[in-house]
């Protein structure tokens, strides 16, 4: 999203139209270890899950209207998010994935288990948007020759598309999500910097009762460790204020006001979507060990899988890019169970950072019935994290 972009989003004009795709360089903004926060491990070039050769990432942010909500026309703060693994081809990825708390969706997981491979894109959207973003994957793969060894006119997709509920901000029983912003999100996917906060399918979502969405981190393995990469995006939207832990501070209970101000109360729940790339060659079982770990990042931000949560983690490798095959037998390579502890740890430690990058790049914005998210203010931030001596300056 650009500057202007954000500007709209957090003032909200009139009744001005973003409708932005993320094609351009990310934006300047301040990072949580911009703000002096300490993290384990070190992270790659961009501290992005983009950092895993070949994987790029797209947006559409939907951005329309303000005041009484209508359904069916808005306010609109919505979006999708396309994570594509092996970029603008078709190129089968061994995958695992592993569910928290099962109050979400994440299509396409039936097949994962079955058949071990992430066959296209992630897809991550509001809750009643899933249909059609899974929809529109299946077309686009067909109109851009990406079905691989199937018949042009005989074959079958199970895309994966996983979301997370923003119904605070935006209209979303007015079906908002249409084709043409799946397409724009997959034709504008690019590797290197790439935005976070208020963008593609975090638009509208909070974290811990601060304005949250999308965030991203890795981690580089040493050459001891294989010198693997390790990406990690999040769609962040879960939390009670109280359990927000950062750096191993609470600094929830540090921020106790800009609290959500909204024309009704939600109870316990929301969710988060967290996908999970490396170049490390795992198999399928060892996939779903990696994402078996990723809730122990959750918990260390405060997240707890809630009643009403959907957490639900995908994980997938870029190695081994000649396994699938439908003619022959093959050969594929894999880290020793001995050797996979580094990539646990590099899984926990991105997912972490992810959610509090989310958290630190979002912006305060106005949706729906006037209901405002906060976003977290960097200055109290810092305050907090130096009364716990997690920070000195």
Known sequence: ????????????????????????????????????????????????????????????TIIEGSGKI????????TGVTAILPRGKKFGPSFAGWYTLNGNGEMTGTTWIDESGFLEGPVMITN????????????????????????FRDLYWRLPVVAETWDGILNDINGMHVKKEHVYAALDGAKSGPIDEGNVGGGTGMN?????????????KLTAEEGGYTVGVLVQGNFGSRADLTIAGAPVG??????????????????????????????????????????????AKTGGYGGNGSGDIFIAFSTANPEAFNQETNTKVEMVSNDKIGPLFHATVDGTE????????????????????????????LKEALKKYNRISQ
Not at 5 to 33: M, Q
Not at 360 to 367: F, H, N, R, Y
Request: aromatic residues 4%; glycine residues 10%; neutral net charge.
């Open 207 to 219: 974290l811990f009762n601060f304005k949250g969405g999308t965030g991203t981190a890795s981690r």
């Open 353 to 380: 950072e992810a959610i509090i990058n989310a958290m630190v790049a979002a912006e305060t914005m106005k949706g729906r019935d006037d209901n405002v998210s906060f976003a977290i203010p960097h200055d109290r």
């Open 127 to 150: 809750t009643h948007s899933v249909g059609v973003v899974r929809d529109a994957v299946i077309s686009w793969e067909a109109e851009n020759d990406l079905v691989g060894p199937h």
């Open 253 to 298: 209970k540090e921020i106790v006001d800009l609290l959500p101000d909204v024309s009704w109360k939600r109870g316990e729940g929301g969710s988060i979507i967290v996908v999970v790339a490396t170049d490390a060659p795992l198999l399928p079982h060892q996939l779903k060990r990696i994402a078996r770990r990723i809730p122990l990042g959750l």
């Open 70 to 77: 209508e359904v069916g026309k808005g306010p609109v703060r």
């Open 1 to 60: 999203m650009n500057r202007l972009s954000s500007i709209i989003a957090v003032a909200l004009l009139g009744c001005t139209t973003v409708v932005s795709v993320d094609s351009a360089p990310a934006a300047a903004k301040d990072r949580a270890r911009d703000l002096g926060i300490p993290f384990v491990g070190t992270p790659g070039p961009n501290n992005a899950i983009t950092d895993v050769a070949g994987v790029t990432v797209g947006y559409s």
